[in-house]
């Protein structure tokens, strides 16, 4: 990953360099103003531009020292002619050689721009998994929903029955339709009794299911075919008589 941080790069052979070792000849604070003018140059991004003044208020330097610094060729005034180097803006003068060995202010902006770009990348997909619920969680109805559903449901329930499988109703009685029912499938079949020995059995069973009409129907048949095999036999019709009866 590209470095996002302001730095400058001085050659480790920088004290050996033949002008600045002129200059530490000379004056000391003139090559202190030279290392100020490269920091302050890749601090504030100036590509090498640099006041002379300014330099000398950080250091303490003096226009004696700008102007040895100038005549060394460190620094260029307006008007120099190195081929090497760009003519310096106003009221300022030029690093000799500051991009040939330290970042652009274009460079470092577009740097520290990928360095910000990587940093979001890092940390989206965390943000993403800690803020973003799962397949379970979003597919989830809400607890709102829940209880709509619940009493919903449970309206219906009482409308129409309960679904699924459930206990016997405590009120569990034939209808008129299923006592009808029973007179032409279980005629040898005392509805009432038959009815509250299931009620009973059930009760005590604690047994679930699905349709109870339909368990007490086959309830009644079971009890229909007990009693046809214990020699019930359905009632014949009494003989037609025909033609005419003298008394």
Known sequence: MADARLWARIDVGYFDNAKISDALDASSNAVTMHLASILHSAQHLTDGHVSPRTMQRKVGGTQQDTDLLIELGLWHAENHDCPHCPQPEPGR???HNFLEHNRSRAKAEEASSRAKDAA???WKPAENRENKPNDAVRNAPSMQDA????ESRE???EEEGPRGPHLLPSDFAPSADMRTWASKNTPAVDVTLATSEFIDYWTRERKRKKDWPATWRNHMKRQQGFAERNGWRPPTAAPRITGR???
């Open 155 to 157: 309206s219906r329930e």
């Open 147 to 150: 209880m709509q559903s619940r």
């Open 120 to 122: 979001k990348a890092r």
């Open 93 to 95: 003068v030029y690093v």
């Open 245 to 247: 009866m003298d008394f």
